[in-house]
């Protein structure tokens, strides 16, 4: 990815089943301009592609009163639904995206707009956004919509795994032998926490309950500081916080829980898209420039 080092703005772009979220940032982190536009989910990569370009395009004119150059955004963050590993390739299905599987986001909009691009899984991008936010270095973020999606961020970096798979907290099997779901396991925790389970108070005390054990597993294997909750579902029911730190009071061991707090995003529906921006910034950051050519002297002879 090209240098270039703090200067100049990003954009993140957060992909969405039916909407794209996008933002640019200067190099100080500050948001300048935020829009949305329509996912054309059942057109296949391409015409996602021209659509992230189109709103790069946006962007560059944006705000009014502070037009951005074209070509002064340095580089784009793209978060996605699906596994996508460290080069932007996007690994399985992604839900609600026709014919994502297979391809090289990252590649496909560096060549489609002529400008770097990180792409990486939506939920990790929360993940890094609040861990930044929050200046934690060892956080896990859980995403509870009508599926469940985790992100883990480690000594500051975020944990991506083989494939992009880590994080995939959803298909933890909290209770063996369960309902079924539709990754071909049992009992997984998506099946009792995620938006279609829970339906009334009885159901949201057992969503919490399986939650909690779903984390207790975590903490044993991660020791984060901080569990973040965010997703349509707190937001819906923003009482599940406290009910899942009561459970988890019996769910987890003591001496991790007692050094770990779970709480409520802070970034709310615009985290996926804050984190995308950060991941872009970080990444011009971190790349190193390439040492300079020795000269040619013509000669061949050991020095």
């Not at 990815?1 to 909407?19: F, I, K, Q, R, Y």
């Not at 100080?28 to 015409?47: E, I, N």
């Not at 944006?62 to 951005?68: E, F, K, L, Q, T």
């Not at 959803?170 to 389970?197: F, I, N, T």
């Amino acid at each position: 990815m090209p240098g270039g080092g703090m200067n100049g703005c990003v954009a993140g772009l957060d992909l969405g089943g039916s909407t794209l979220k996008a933002g640019l940032f200067d190099a100080a982190g500050r948001l300048l301009h935020q829009q949305t536009a329509a996912t054309p989910a059942g057109s296949g990569p391409q015409a996602i592609v021209d659509t992230i370009s189109t709103t790069i395009e946006s962007l560059r004119r944006r705000p009014a009163d502070s037009p951005v150059a074209a070509g002064a955004i340095q580089a784009v963050g793209v978060g996605s639904p699906g596994l996508i590993d460290n080069s932007g390739r996007v690994h399985g299905p992604a839900v609600n995206l026709l014919g994502w599987q297979g391809t090289s986001l990252s590649e496909m909009v560096t060549s489609r707009c002529g400008i770097a691009c990180v792409a990486g899984n939506d939920v990790n991008f929360a993940a890094l956004a609040e861990a930044r936010h929050r200046a934690c270095d060892n956080l896990v973020f859980i995403a509870l919509g009508t599926g469940i999606g985790g992100g883990i961020v480690s000594g500051g970096t975020l944990i991506s795994g083989n494939l992009g798979m880590a994080g995939e907290i959803g298909h933890v099997v909290v209770e063996p032998g369960g309902r079924g779901c539709g990754c071909g396991q049992r009992g997984c925790v998506e099946q009792y926490a995620g938006a279609r389970a829970v339906t009334d108070e009885t159901a949201l005390q057992s969503a919490a309950r399986m939650l909690a054990r779903a984390i207790g597993y975590l903490l044993s294997i991660v020791a984060p500081e901080l569990v973040v909750i965010g997703g349509g579902s707190v937001e819906r029911f923003p009482q599940l916080i406290e009910l899942v730190n009561t459970a988890l009071q019996s769910e987890s061991f003591g001496y991790i829980r007692e050094r770990t707090l779970v709480q409520p995003s802070q970034l709310g529906y615009r985290a996926g898209m804050i984190g995308a921006a950060i991941a872009a910034r970080e990444a011009i950051v971190t790349v190193k420039p390439a040492p300079p050519a020795l000269p040619n002297t013509g000669s061949t002879q050991a020095k």
